[in-house]
């Protein structure tokens, strides 16, 4: 079983200041991680993603991620928000072996960015 | 690479009627899946197809809905009966199985209403 649960419902930032998206997730394997953000009438859009590879993940549009096994935390970070980056954000799980392929999303966090 | 498109992009039904959605993959991706999401909510997963065959499907998928991918190329998704619970939006991603990534590409979505 896999579970993620975002903590916030709702985060506003001022744009040029950090913006921190919280993720906790629950997985009885070794998980790989996303983060996908949605933006109004478009697609979901794969931001980062964690495989077991290296702890700190680079993503596009300067966002960041660090996987922490010992938190089973998966945080969204960004140094400086920018207009453009209010959205949605979706935290995702999903086993990194085994046949399964389906992805479990957290219920999301509304990221407002207010100038 | 023109991304996954689905169709129709919104349809609005009467209780009862059928309605069928489609979605084209990325055409090199050999893996294709349904997702549905409320309102507020994160994308559920419903069904997963690799190449034509059918290999999983979620406890949500009653069985007034049923998906096809006849060539392993595109896809229908067939609301029977349709009910009210029924209106979200419909998504579908595809991948391409023999990486171990496990990334989704996401269409844009097929927003049911049912009146």
């Known amino acids: 079983a896999q579970s993620v649960t975002q903590l916030d419902s709702h985060v506003s930032v001022s744009e040029g200041t950090p913006v921190l998206l919280r993720c906790n997730y629950s997985?009885?394997?070794?998980?790989?991680l996303f983060w996908y953000v949605q933006h109004p009438n478009k697609g979901l859009q794969l931001l980062l993603k964690?495989?077991?590879?290296?702890?700190l993940v680079k993503g596009i549009n300067g966002f960041e991620a660090e996987f922490k096994k010992s938190e089973t935390s998966f945080h969204l970070t960004k140094p400086s928000a920018h207009m453009s980056d209010a959205a949605e954000y979706f935290c995702v799980v999903t086993r990194s072996s085994g046949s399964a392929r389906q992805l479990t999303f957290g219920s999301g966090t509304q990221l407002t960015v207010l100038p | 690479d023109t991304g996954v498109s689905q169709n129709p992009r919104h349809k609005i039904t009467k209780r009862g009627q059928n309605v069928t959605f489609r979605c084209d993959p990325i055409?090199?991706?050999?893996?294709l899946y349904w997702y549905r999401q409320t309102l507020g909510q994160g994308p559920e997963f419903l069904t997963y197809f690799q190449n034509e065959a059918q290999l999983e499907k979620s406890r949500l998928l009653s069985d007034r809905f049923s998906a096809e991918r006849p060539k392993g190329s595109f896809s229908t998704l067939e609301i029977q009966r349709t009910e009210q619970g029924d209106s979200a939006m419909y998504l579908c991603?595809?991948?391409?199985?023999?990486?171990?990534?496990?990334?989704?590409?996401f269409g844009p979505g097929t927003r049911l209403t049912v009146t």
């Open positions: 991603a595809s991948s391409l199985g023999q990486t171990s990534s496990y990334e989704q590409y």
């Open positions: 964690y495989t077991s590879a290296a702890t």
């Open positions: 055409s090199e991706h050999n893996r």
């Open positions: 997985s009885s394997y070794s998980p790989s």
